[in-house]
């Protein structure tokens, strides 16, 4: 079945630090993938979209790649701020049906 | 705006009592989704739907049952609660269509479940 592996259970950094989250994927689809953000209190909420055709996106200073040769996409940002800490996620969304599946997450902290 | 809400917030339960979780979403979006979020484990899936009528087993189901009886609502049903299902459970919807949202899960604010 389909499977998503988020290894980065918590990242710690200083405002105008460089982040990069990995996730690595596995399907026999064409999927999109997806980047949520969780602030606390609340529900997720949808950060980035890649396809697999268009290979990135770019959303509030965060950019989202992929890479199909090792079956992986990452999220960065050249510089966090204290407001991004929060809960990321991968998801995959396999082509054909709707059933995501979503990495374990990843706390970021930002301190100032 | 697209929007999800859930019903109760905040729920406690006592062990082998039965709990139900209802979700409205007013995306009119076919799919509709329950997922439990607990530390270490990220989103696990419990139950979906493609549309009013359907249920659908997602990765863990056991302990759960799942109710569509309308394209709005969704709703998650504990017969028998326990303590392992206290957990803090999202309701989401997404579009099944091919527009630009596709994929896309548009999620409530949470429930936390308490059973002692």
């Known amino acids: 079945g389909d499977s998503v592996t988020q290894k980065q259970g918590q990242v710690t950094l200083s405002e105008d630090d460089f982040l990069f989250i990995n996730c690595t994927y596995s399907?026999?689809?064409?999927?999109?993938l997806f980047w949520y953000v969780q602030y606390p209190g609340q529900g997720p909420q949808l950060l980035l979209k890649?396809?697999?055709?268009?290979n990135k996106g770019i959303s509030r200073g965060f950019e989202a790649t992929y890479d199909k040769g090792t079956t992986s996409f990452h999220l960065q940002k050249a510089s966090v701020q204290e407001s991004d800490s929060a809960v990321y996620f991968c998801?995959?969304?396999?082509?054909?049906?709707?059933?995501?599946?979503f990495g374990k997450g990843t706390s970021l902290v930002v301190h100032p | 705006e697209a929007a999800v809400t859930q019903s109760p917030r905040n729920k406690v339960a006592v062990t082998g009592g039965k709990v139900t979780l209802s979700c409205n979403q007013t995306?009119?979006?076919?799919?509709m989704y329950w997922y439990r979020q607990d530390t270490g484990h990220g989103l696990r899936l419990i139950h979906y739907?493609?549309?009013?009528?359907?249920?659908e087993k997602g990765d863990i189901p056991d302990g759960y049952k799942a109710s569509r009886p309308s394209q709005e609502n969704f709703s998650l049903i504990l017969e028998l609660a326990t303590p392992s299902q206290t957990s803090v459970y999202f309701c989401?919807?997404?579009?099944?269509?091919?527009?630009?949202?596709?994929?896309?899960?548009?999620f409530g604010e949470g429930s936390k479940l308490t059973v002692l």
């Open positions: 989401a919807s997404g579009d099944a269509g091919r527009g630009a949202n596709t994929g896309q899960l548009y």
């Open positions: 399907t026999t689809t064409y999927p999109t």
């Open positions: 890649v396809t697999t055709a268009n």
């Open positions: 998801a995959l969304v396999p082509g054909g049906n709707y059933k995501p599946t």
């Open positions: 995306n009119n979006h076919n799919n």
């Open positions: 739907s493609y549309g009013a009528g359907s249920t």
